[in-house]
């Protein structure tokens, strides 16, 4: 397939993001924007889920004393591995690029928190693909890519986030966000 210019080619993935098409419809994935901490098609891929939100907080899920400060932060679904532990993220733009800092511990989100420019989410697991899968899905058009903009931070668990991801890309990419959940019932 050829990627548009305005595509992220794969080799080039770590750091961007991964649009769910709206045709993906595995009930984990759909609408999903995934921010890739890391691509590498021989090795596999990691990501996390940016627009899921899970409804609760920190502090409903921990009740522990070192977590006391990050009790208001709102938890997202970052994906299915591993999805019954809480990680830490911070996010920040530097250099040109969306970079991010995960797995962290509570001290370190605390600390980052009263950091100007970084962001700091929390996440219900994260999303994983063996050496070669995601490349598979590239390949059956199961994904969309797109280069992470400094507004990406601005969004990091806003549901309309899927949306706004594709209309950003092209005129055609606009269309496909204007598809309804599920185009049967129409």
Same mark, same amino acid.
């Given at each position: ?30 609408? &999903? ?68 800092? &995960? ?44 280069? &992470? ?27 496909? &966000? ?9």
């Amino acid at each position: 397939m050829q990627i548009p210019n305005n595509q992220v080619p794969e080799h080039k993935l770590s750091h961007n993001l991964l649009i769910a098409d709206p045709s993906l419809l595995d009930g984990c994935f759909d609408r &999903s924007v995934i921010y890739m901490l890391e691509h590498a098609r021989e090795k596999g891929s990691l990501g996390l889920i940016l627009n899921h939100p899970t409804g609760k907080s920190v502090g409903q899920l921990i009740s522990s004393d070192a977590f006391s400060k990050l009790a208001h932060l709102p938890v997202s679904y970052g994906g299915p591995v591993e999805s019954d532990q809480l990680h830490f993220a911070i996010f920040e733009w530097s250099n040109g690029s969306l970079n991010c800092h &995960s797995k962290i511990s509570a001290e370190q989100a605390v600390n980052a928190m009263q950091q100007p420019g970084q962001f700091v989410r929390a996440f219900a697991g994260h999303s994983a693909w063996t050496s070669g899968q995601l490349h598979q899905e590239l390949e059956k058009l199961a994904w969309i890519t797109a280069y &992470s903009k400094q507004a990406t931070l601005s969004h990091l668990i806003d549901e309309g986030f899927w949306a706004e991801s594709l209309q950003e890309i092209s005129p055609f990419h606009h269309i496909l &966000s204007l598809t309804p959940k599920n185009p049967f019932l129409n």
